[in-house]
């Protein structure tokens, strides 16, 4: 007897997605024919470079023509390299786009060895002579990028020194593909039961979704035996990330700065004010923290709460299904504080303009990004699901990023287009709280408006407060090997269990495995970055109340952020829009916020 069999949903071949659920990818170029017409003839000009070697320091005009030919070439090349990505994250499988891919990246190489000249040949222009260059009519666009330039004076060492530091480059990131091989390759963790009784492999990804599982038993179970593994290579891990901060140490001493924390801080111009400010900042709200922590405990009735409880909606999840046009609708709704042409630009990006690659296929990247360049579209790749809530949020993230990228791309020269990470994260989390109070004030029930409360709570936790310990901690383990402090297991166990009292509360249960999370985090591995997502998300909060409660000129202000590119220094950027990131307030706003969500969802539930 023949047995029915179970359908299973299968996801599409890129071939059967219908186009209108594609990007467009016609404003980088039109086909694949266009773009190797167009990078046949790019990757030969790479030989031009060798012409102004020798000549930047005759004269300014000589200086301007080699600068103005580096500018061209590269937005040529943006606008290749982004059409050659663009297309490998369609289907990850296609060997025809990741050889096209392939072939950029060596050209780019290739580039980049025949330009290395320029740096130091620029900086070896003596100071009186780049002072009247920096004056000259040809030089005048180029103005800040030779003034950012010449920072580094200091910095920058002899050829031969330079020659040196450059051979060391893939010997200097061992320690981060030594981590990466050991946890993403080597350490397997076994099956788990989920709580829906199946079987499933226990790994990075889904040990984040078991920690979201509203069965306790699963949720503990996942997190001893996740950290059963990590604690065998305790050991290994310890000295990996030790040879790291041994790295970072030896560049910032090598370069003659006073520290690696200073190293670090030194191209965004951003003083380390600014990093102990956060700290302190979020240390003044503990608190708040503490007594969000016990509200969750209460709420999920538990007579002890752990780090795994902290991950599940204290309500279950929302039933909200919303098809691609309605999530496209709730977006631009709640952006509409942001004016006319913000909205109406986005509208079209989002739908005939077909600026989004919206769901998934078989082989497609997953996750979402946004792409923007300064001559083609800001593309923005999702992988939606309509019962997903998140995924509406991540649609209006994505979006905020592209619109960044169109406003700067359309008001700033290609030199000044392109914003840094510092500032990155601010338009994107400006979206998404607008997106979350137009939903507050849309809900119909108290449960309804309670969820999304406790969604923003744990945005900011672990947005910001979550982050600023790891800031914290990256400043303290830098601080201990710059003394001379040997960086052990158990010396990192210690530093690291001191913040989790610091940061949880004196009722929180610590189990002794959760000191060993320091052993897994990769951004430790590009240190002193984490802190960028907690100053992001500050600004956004402090941002999108300026907006909501002002006039036209706290939004000219913003749109001004958004079109202003690295045309200035990030600080001087969100000074300008309204935040002044030097002083404590925009961190004690966001910090406001926090407490009034955690009072809130107290009386709601």
Not at 38 to 44: D, G, V, Y
Not at 132 to 155: A, I, M, N, T
Request: glycine residues 4%.
């Amino acid at each position: 007897m023949a047995t029915a069999k179970k359908k299973q949903k299968t996801l599409p071949p890129r071939s059967k997605v219908k186009e209108a659920d594609t990007w467009d990818l016609a404003s980088l170029f039109p086909n694949d024919k266009a773009w190797e017409t167009a990078f046949t003839k790019w990757e030969k000009q790479s030989k031009r470079y060798a012409s102004f070697r020798g000549k930047l320091g005759k004269s300014a005009a000589d200086l301007a023509a080699c600068l103005k030919f580096d500018n061209k070439y590269e937005r040529a090349g943006e606008r290749l390299g982004t059409y050659a990505f663009l297309k490998t994250t369609e289907d990850t499988a296609d060997s025809q786009y990741q050889r096209m891919m392939g072939r950029f990246q060596h050209a780019v190489t290739e580039a980049s060895q025949a330009a290395s000249f320029m740096r130091p040949e620029i900086l070896s222009i003596p100071a009186t002579k780049y002072k009247k260059f920096l004056q000259s009519k040809e030089l005048k666009s180029y103005q800040l990028v030779l003034e950012r330039l010449v920072r580094y004076k200091p910095h920058t060492l002899s050829d031969s020194e330079e020659r040196l530091l450059a051979m060391q480059g893939q010997m200097a990131d061992t320690a981060d593909h030594t981590f990466g091989q050991l946890t993403d390759a080597d350490l397997k963790f076994g099956m788990i039961k989920d709580e829906k009784g199946e079987t499933v492999e226990l790994s990075h990804s889904s040990f984040s979704a078991l920690l979201h599982s509203p069965k306790r038993s699963v949720r503990s179970k996942a997190f001893h035996q996740y950290y059963d593994v990590f604690q065998s290579h305790e050991n290994t891990l310890a000295a990996t990330l030790s040879g790291s901060v041994q790295g970072d140490i030896y560049y910032a001493k090598a370069r003659g700065y006073d520290s690696a924390i200073g190293a670090s801080l030194f191209s965004d111009n951003v003083p380390q004010s600014v990093y102990d400010s956060l700290i302190s900042a979020v240390h003044s709200r503990q608190p708040a923290i503490y007594r969000y922590l016990e509200l969750r405990r209460r709420k999920m009735r538990l007579k002890e709460i752990h780090h795994y409880d902290t991950y599940v909606p204290i309500l279950s999840d929302l039933d909200q299904r919303r098809t691609w046009k309605q999530a496209v609708e709730v977006v631009m709704r709640s952006l509409e504080p942001l004016g006319e042409e913000y909205c109406s630009t986005l509208r079209r990006g989002l739908t005939e303009d077909r600026w989004c690659d919206r769901y998934p296929n078989r082989g497609k990247q997953s996750g979402a990004f946004s792409c923007g360049t300064f001559d083609g579209a800001p593309y923005i790749m999702m992988n939606y699901q309509p019962a997903v809530l998140d995924h509406v949020f991540t649609l209006t993230h994505e979006a905020g990023h592209s619109m960044h990228s169109h406003y700067s791309a359309k008001s700033q020269p290609f030199q000044y287009y392109n914003y840094v990470i510092f500032v990155a994260e601010v338009a994107s989390t400006f979206n998404e709280q607008l997106l979350s109070r137009y939903l507050m004030q849309q809900a119909k029930t108290d449960q309804e408006r309670a969820y999304l409360i406790n969604r923003d709570i744990d945005a900011i936790r672990g947005t910001i407060i979550r982050q600023t310990m790891f800031a914290e901690f990256e400043k303290i383990i830098h601080a201990l090997a710059e003394t001379g402090e040997p960086l052990t297991i158990e010396c990192f166990k210690q530093e690291y269990g001191k913040l989790l009292e610091a940061y949880f509360g004196p009722d929180f249960v610590i189990d002794e495995q959760l000191k060993l999370e320091c052993l897994r985090i990769p951004h430790f591995y590009r240190a002193f970055y984490v802190y960028k997502y907690a100053t992001g998300l500050s600004a956004a909060i402090a941002l999108s109340e300026r907006v909501l409660n002002g006039g036209k000129q706290e939004l000219n202000d913003y749109l001004s952020f958004l079109k202003g590119g690295c045309s200035k220094y990030p600080l001087d950027l969100l000074r300008d829009a309204g935040v002044d990131m030097t002083k404590p307030e925009p961190v004690q706003t966001a910090l406001d916020r926090f407490e009034s969500l955690v009072e809130e969802l107290d009386t709601l539930l």
